[in-house]
Each structure stands twice: as C-alpha cells, then as structure tokens.
C-alpha cells in the first residue's frame, strides 16, 4: 500500500446532530409559511374571480353560462401558475436552506454532479486561493505547503456511464483549482473516496487501448507503427514490431490476455531483430528491450525472456568504446555502432544515460553480470565529471577516452530529461543500497531548485526554466512535466524522511509544477499541451514558436499518476480525467490515435502518426490513474523505465 500524505487527514463529519434538527425545523417552518400563503391567494382569487366582469345577478342565463366557463378556464389557468409559482417558490427556499446549511456545517457534497461540473466554466474555483502567497520566486521559495485544513475536498465527480459522449467534451479553461498553485494540498480525503468514479473512467481507458491495439492488429501487426487515418502500417523503426514490444505489458495490466498471448505467439514465432539499418540504442533499448523484459517480469513467460537475450546481446555491442559510453546509434544485424551525424562526434546525455534500468535488469535475469556493470560504468564516467551544481549540460565530447562537456545548455527537457530520472531510480531499482547514485540525484535537484525553478507572472505558475551559457530561457518541454512524478517520488523515499525539510521543499515543487503542467493543457484550445510552452513576463506563457504540436506525449498524465499513487488526492484524477476526454474528442480517428498539428486549432482533424508510446506510456498512465486495484507499487516493488515499461526491483528478482 501506498504511503500517505505527510499530514493528511481523513475526513469526519463535522456537525452534530442537534445542529442538523435545528436546522431542518427552521427550514421546515419558513417551507409550511410559504405554502399557506400561497394557498390563501389561490382561494382568495377563486372566491372572487374577476372584479371586470359583469356580476351573475344581471346577467342573463347566456352570460351566467358565460361567465361560468371563463372563471374555470382562469382558475384553471391560475391553478397552474400558482403550483408554478409554489414549485419557484419551494425550490428557491430548498436552495437558500442548503447554501446556509453547507456554510454553517461546512461538510463535503458526497458527489458533485459529473455533467455539471464537467460543463461548468467555475468548476476548480475555490474561495481558499490565497492572493497572499505572491506571484514571485522568493514568494514561492519562501512558502511552507499547507497540508489540509479547508475541509474535504470538493473534488470528485459522479461515476461515468458507458453511454458517455466525448463528442460533446469543450475545454474548460485554465486559472482554476488556483489552490494547488504553490504545491500546497489544502484538503482532506480519504485513500479510496473517488474510487468509484474512477472505475468508470478506467473502463473508457481501456476501450481506448482496445481501439488502438485492434488498429494496430488490423492494419499494421508485426510492423513498427500504424498510421491511423490511412489505416495502413509503417516500419519507421526498420521493422523491429516497436508498436507490439511497446504494448506489452499495457495489455498485460488492462487484463487484455488474450491479445497479450496472441502478441507473445508473433513474439515467439515470428520476431526477428535482423535490421540492417542504423537504428537508436536509446530508444531501441527503451521502448523495444524494456518491453521484453516488463511482459516476461510479469508473465513469466520464457519467450520474452528469449528474445531480450538475443535483442541485448546485439544492443550490447554499442558500449564497447574507448570511454565505455556506448555508440548512439547502431546496426542490429551485424552489431556496427556509430555517431550520430548531426550530433558531429557528441553524446547526448540523456541517451547514454537512460540504458542502465534495463541492463541492470537484463544482467540479474541472465545471471550475466556485464550487463550491469558496463552500463553502470556510464554513471561513474559521468559523476566522474563533476558539475558543481550537479546539473549536466545535454552534450558530451569524447576525445581520447576523455570526456567534457560539448555546449552549456542545462535543462530538464529533451536531451537531459530521463538522465536525471535513472539517477533515483537506480537507486530504487538496486533496493536503495547504491548510496552514489541518490547522493548525484539529491545534487541535482538542489541545484535545480538553486537555478532553474522560476515563477510566472501575473498568476504565479511555478516552471522548470532552460539556462544557456548562464542566461536563462523560459522554455519548458512538455518532456519536462516528468519532474512532478519524479520529484514526488524522491520525496516519499527521501533517506533523511518525508518529513525533512528537503522532502517536504522537493514534493512542494512536485506539486506545483504538475498544477503548471495541468494549466498548459488547460488553456489550450483543444485542452491537450503543445510541445512547449514559453513563460513571458505579465502573459504567464504562449505556445512555443514552431511548437504548437501533440506528440501524444506522457510526462504530464505520468506525474498525475505518480502523485495520486502516493498522495491518493483525487484532483489529479479530475485532471487526468479532462485531458482523456480532450484525448478521446481531438486525437481520436478510424485507425487508432494521431497527433495534433496544432493544439489551439479545434477544426482539424489529427494527424497521420501515432508513436508508439501512446500506447506503452500515455494510455498506461491514465489508465494507472483510475484503476484502485493495481498491483504496482511504487513504493516497495516495482520501478518503471522511462518508457513506463514497469519491473520489480532487483532484490525481488531470481536470476
């Protein structure tokens, strides 16, 4: 079970009984007076009718027949006006009674009404924003998170029926749930309260990723990738079935076994690693070696374990390199590894460090050691260099066996990003023994808190800023809303505590910058995040230049679920929650999902490209974010790779 909250506490009622008759003989007393005052008018009209028409005594028989028919239409007429009125009248005085009883119990609404909240533009609107907490760095620096306090969370919808229209689905806007801004969690809740709705959000999840596999299993299986508006098959990854070895263990933990297995038969049958083109050790060893290894680690099955061999033992060829960095690229057929050419001789660091969870793995399963320790050398080379401020610059020279830094960019975006990831969860992964590798990430993250975490103006979002040469840009990548998950999972595995001052500033900043996440897709036209975003002084941000782009990326709905699986706050699942359904209304298309050419363009349909870790990562995570009943445990058993490939830790693995 996950560990709560530091601080948080359960809900309790808060009014006592005799609050509750008081009020309820007051309401209703005030409810009977309005009745007989409404009764009375109705009788009164009756007796007298109207006082313009000619009175019975002079009429003749016609008139009296007359006069007899128009009082019963107009009594029939006022009857219903006066219940018309009486229903106004009542409803008006229920309403009034209950505003008045929620302010004097100040208790929780049990439920709020999903299509109501869904729809309403104030939903997320809390009278706690505190305007005092300022709008500056050292307002946000200085700032202690408030845990609780303001009662229970209002934030958990109503269950979901299967009859749900996405169609309908209409950004809500940003600027709301503006309490969450500076990483506080001012409510209370208990672990399970929005289970329930969650179980039926997790089955639109599901039917999500049984239209994209049954797409890819349609138009494109065994290839790399299906392209989802021509519904045909692509092999952008030189034909290595990226799109299957990626979904893996999705299908596995959706309880999709019957397409698991029948992917596992093409796994055992047909798979074939023989490429002859130059392909990506990166992202090979993510997406295709981690697949195999997270579908055998939880199914046993020795076919996957088969092929991780064969695939490893071709990817292993890259490391064998004056420095012991490894190659970026590489041919798996014949194990002949290069440079990238536009990198002109450099490394990336964050593909020379995002290898080592998965042959850490690889080596404890086939008892074959190397693995480990050639991967791990890549660590000790990097440490080894030293950053002063522990935040590495994304290019690395080699020359002689020696290595330094190629540029001076720092940033928790692309070409870094997953480096700083494996810094922790090697850490995690070898049991929390292999004290260096938390000591370079604890480093890290001071530095960063030091010199990249900045606030927006006028709102006060808190971001991850890029520095070059020393001068700060402030760009934040989607890749980079990682962190929240990230910085939250430091934080509850801290050596010094949850409750220590470093815990508590790095979980703060988790929070707060998953709310920034949260906003950018949020403000978007579409509801869904562009590639980046540029912070600009007294507009907060705007979509990036060139950038207006959805990839289907994670990193956002990632830290959704990281936090809710260790905070258990049901916010991040109504977050979660908005951005599926932007997800389901904008990318969805005959053939699978496609990416976004333009976020803020609500007329265009998406486009002709679905990555493969849409379904390995994004679809995983939401699907993670609504499900009570997972077996992952962040905590005590399980770590994922940066392609959300989830395996035990090394101590619950036999060889």
């Not at 916010?571 to 979660?576: D, L, P, Q």
């Amino acid at each position: 079970m996950a560990q709560p909250s530091l601080r948080r506490r359960r809900g309790t009622k808060s009014a006592s009984s005799r609050n509750r008759q008081f009020m309820q003989t007051v309401i209703g007393g005030v409810i009977l007076l309005a009745f007989g005052l409404i009764a009375g008018v109705m009788i009164g009209f009756l007796l007298l009718g109207d006082p313009s028409a000619t009175t019975a005594g002079d009429a003749t028989n016609g008139e009296k027949a007359g006069v007899a028919n128009l009082l019963r239409g107009r009594s029939k007429q006022m009857a219903e006006r006066v219940v018309d009125a009486e229903a106004k009248v009542v409803g008006a005085i229920k309403d009034k009674a209950h505003r008045l009883r929620m302010q004097a119990r100040a208790v929780k609404v049990p439920h709020l009404d999903f299509h109501r909240h869904a729809n309403d533009k104030q939903a997320g609107t809390h009278p706690l924003d505190a305007k005092s907490l300022g709008t500056s760095r050292e307002d946000y620096m200085g700032h202690v998170a408030v845990i609780g306090g303001s009662g229970q969370t209002p934030y958990i919808g109503e269950a979901v029926p299967e009859s749900f229209d996405f169609s309908n689905f209409s950004p809500q806007g940003g600027h709301r749930y503006p309490e969450y801004r500076f990483g506080d969690s001012p409510f209370t809740y208990g672990d399970s309260d929005s289970d329930e709705v969650a179980r039926s959000r997790r089955f639109f999840v599901k039917r999500a990723m049984e239209h994209a596999w049954g797409s890819y299993k349609k138009y494109a299986f065994g290839m790399d990738e299906v392209l989802p508006v021509t519904m045909s098959g692509s092999n952008g990854w030189g034909g290595q079935s990226t799109t299957l070895l990626d979904s893996l263990d999705t299908l596995w933990l959706m309880n999709m076994k019957t397409e698991f297995y029948e992917a596992r038969d093409f796994v055992r049958d047909k798979l074939s690693f023989q490429v002859t083109r130059l392909e990506s050790v990166f992202e090979t060893t993510i997406r295709s070696l981690g697949g195999l290894l997270a579908a055998y680690d939880w199914s046993g099955d020795t076919a996957f374990l088969d092929k991780a061999k064969d695939l490893g033992s071709r990817l292993f060829n890259a490391f064998d390199t004056p420095s012991g960095l490894p190659r970026s690229q590489i041919k798996l057929a014949t194990g002949q590894a290069s440079m990238t050419g536009w990198l002109a001789g450099t490394m990336l660091t964050a593909e020379v460090g995002t290898l080592q969870i998965e042959f850490r793995m690889l080596g404890k399963v086939t008892g074959k050691s190397e693995y480990a320790t050639k991967s791990e050398h890549v660590f000790d080379a990097l440490r080894a260099m030293n950053p002063e401020n522990g935040l590495y610059p994304y290019s690395i020279r080699e020359s002689g066996g020696q290595l330094t830094f190629a540029n001076q960019k720092l940033t928790f975006g692309a070409m870094s990003d997953s480096y700083y990831e494996y810094m922790l969860k090697m850490w995690l992964q070898g049991g929390k023994t292999e004290s260096k590798y938390r000591e370079m990430y604890d480093h890290a993250m001071q530095g960063m808190h030091d010199e990249l975490v900045q606030v927006s103006s006028p709102s006060g979002f808190v971001f991850l800023a890029d520095k070059n040469n020393g001068k700060l840009d402030t760009k934040m990548d989607h890749l980079a809303c990682f962190m929240g998950g990230l910085l939250a999972l430091g934080a509850y595995t801290d050596p010094t505590g949850l409750d220590s001052a470093r815990a508590q500033r790095d979980l703060k900043t988790a929070k707060a910058l998953t709310y920034t996440c949260y906003q950018t897709y949020a403000q978007m036209g579409t509801g869904i995040a562009p590639e980046f975003v540029q912070f600009v002084a007294g507009q907060d941000f705007v979509v990036g230049r060139g950038a207006p782009h959805y990839l289907l990326r994670p990193e956002t709905v990632e830290s959704f679920f990281v936090l809710y699986h260790l905070t258990k706050d049901p916010v991040y699942r109504e977050w979660g929650w908005e951005v599926f359904q932007a997800i389901e209304r904008y990318c969805r298309a005959d053939g699978g999902y496609g990416s976004l050419h333009n976020v803020q363009d609500t007329t265009k349909g998406p486009d002709n490209k679905m990555e493969s870790f849409f379904l390995a990562e994004t679809l995983k995570y939401l699907y993670l974010l609504f499900d009570p009943d997972t077996e992952i445990d962040l905590l005590n058993k399980h770590v994922f790779n940066t392609e959300a490939h989830p395996m035990r830790i090394l101590p619950l693995v036999s060889s």
